[in-house]
């Protein structure tokens, strides 16, 4: 496993003219090869140390330019793979260029979030459908860990947990994302229940497979009348019930509904592999492993940030780790 690193300033390099210049003439390229023509210049819509996101208008509508920083680089090769494995449940990409992080989509309309507050029964079909494209997944596992997919299956999270807890602790105390001596102990005292977890998760019957990472309505396109799923940035190859982390936090903050009758509509794709007890148990157990996992995501996505951006987003690396030290139920 590879430790994170500090990097350069990704969100700096993005604004320069030449980099910016040199975008324009990947993306015309690419428009020409999928016979379109931008008629109109670029516009940079979103900066972030993770990410950034630049719009060419053609003659059939926009089409979107994303860049991804290092740590997050697997998106373009993953997203084009996912489109050729499930082409109903993903979109797949106009051009990717996995070396550098890029791709360039279709404009797809609005998000489901943008459009309107989704329905109880929008919110069982995302769940049916990413636990779909989870097994599809299944058979493909060398190819999507070729992509730079993240390999954190079960098996790797007690050393993922002891690499960051060393991370953070070195880090100097300016940082956010500084680890004292006295939460380390504390850390310490529940590794236990993070082996015992990852464990759980190893010997039980749902698979290690795809996990969106942050699934819930704003990451999905409403497509002639379907629902597409988008932006894989956060992906990891994990636990199958460790995405429907972010669908809780969505569920019980964002909206009322009740996320036990949306988390029982994924569980009915699963029926044939575990009953709704062991199932339960899975989750409580993915619970555990899944801060874990989403600190290293948030680690990746900040390592190159300035000191300004780490005022803003510093503290998440650590902070979501802190999920770990809080039983969810």
């Not at 980099?19 to 003439?25: I, L």
């Not at 330019?65 to 090769?77: D, S, Y």
């Not at 070729?146 to 690499?163: E, I, K």
């Not at 749902?206 to 990451?219: A, C, F, K, Y």
Request: aromatic share 8%.
């Amino acid at each position: 496993m590879t430790e994170p690193t500090t990097r350069g300033s990704f969100s700096a390099t993005v604004r320069s003219p030449g980099w910016r210049a040199e975008v324009d003439r990947w993306v015309d390229a690419r428009l020409d090869e999928a016979g379109l023509r931008r008629t109109g210049p670029t516009e940079q819509r979103r900066i972030r140390p993770w990410s950034t996101q630049v719009v060419a208008p053609t003659a059939d509508g926009p089409a979107w330019f994303k860049a991804n920083a290092p740590g997050l680089a697997h998106e373009p090769a993953l997203h084009a793979l996912l489109g050729s494995i499930a082409p109903d449940r993903v979109d797949a990409p106009l051009a990717v260029d996995p070396e550098r992080g890029w791709m360039l989509t279709r404009d797809r309309g609005s998000t489901l979030a943008d459009d309107h507050d989704a329905s109880l029964a929008e919110w069982f079909e995302i769940v049916r459908e990413a636990a779909d494209l989870q097994r599809r997944c299944v058979p493909h596992v060398d190819a999507l860990l070729g992509t730079g997919l993240p390999n954190c299956s079960p098996a790797t999270v007690p050393a993922r947990f002891d690499l960051l807890l060393d991370r953070y602790a070195a880090l100097p105390t300016s940082h956010p994302s500084h680890l004292s001596a006295q939460e380390r102990r504390a850390f310490e005292a529940v590794r236990p229940q993070v082996v015992e977890a990852a464990a759980t998760l190893a010997a039980g019957a749902l698979p290690v497979t795809i996990d969106h990472g942050d699934l819930h309505p704003g990451n999905v396109l409403m497509v002639d009348g379907d629902l597409r799923l988008f932006d894989f940035g956060d992906a990891q190859w994990a636990a199958a019930p460790e995405t429907l982390g972010a669908m809780w936090g969505w569920l019980d903050q964002v909206t009322s509904h009740p996320w036990r009758r949306v988390f029982a509509a994924y569980a009915e794709v699963w029926s044939d592999l575990v009953t709704q007890s062991e199932f339960d148990d899975l989750v409580r157990a993915a619970m555990v492993t899944l801060p874990v996992n989403r600190s290293l995501t948030w680690w990746e996505a900040v390592s190159g940030a300035t000191a300004e951006e780490l005022a803003e987003w510093g503290e998440a690396p650590l902070s979501q780790l802190r999920h770990v030290l809080r039983p969810w139920s």
